[in-house]
């Protein structure tokens, strides 16, 4: 069942912006992706809307070398990272260390996954496949 970006809307005390004007701003993204396919097509596609990509990385010590370095306002970041590695984990150590939005992708909807993912806090969980309108929306 998908998940609306809705459901993980704007933080408290900061408000919605509106169609046209910072929705569209420009934001820095960290990337947390192993699939290098999905990983470029995100690059492709952020850099198409205006955003800077910060960096592109799928273990945790990578991100927070790319994070510190590159100061991301979001993440967006995969649940299943390959080599073992865990992307809640990784998000969560971004958002405690950094301060940055969280922007789920997984493929995986199970309660268990879901729950760990919600405790982060994140902006948004989106399932893949997710609308690229979806994406858009999360990282306005």
Do not use: N, Q
Not at 90 to 107: G, M, N, S, Y
């Amino acid at each position: 069942m998908p998940v609306s970006t809705a459901e993980f809307g704007p933080k408290e005390g900061r408000a919605a912006p509106a169609r046209g004007d910072a929705a569209r701003r420009r934001r820095r993204v960290l990337i947390v992706e192993d699939e290098a396919v999905i990983a470029l097509d995100l690059c492709d596609l952020l850099e198409s809307w205006g955003h800077e990509v910060a960096g592109v990385v799928c273990t945790l010590g990578d991100a927070l070398a790319a994070a510190g370095e590159g100061m991301p306002g979001v993440a967006i970041v995969d649940v299943a990272l390959g080599i073992g590695e865990d992307g809640v984990r990784v998000a969560a150590e971004l958002k405690r260390r950094f301060d940055c939005d969280i922007v789920f992708v997984t493929a995986w909807s199970d309660a268990g996954t879901r729950a760990r993912m919600e405790r982060v806090g994140p902006t948004a969980l989106l399932l893949k496949p997710y609308a690229r309108d979806a994406l858009r929306a999360a990282l306005s």
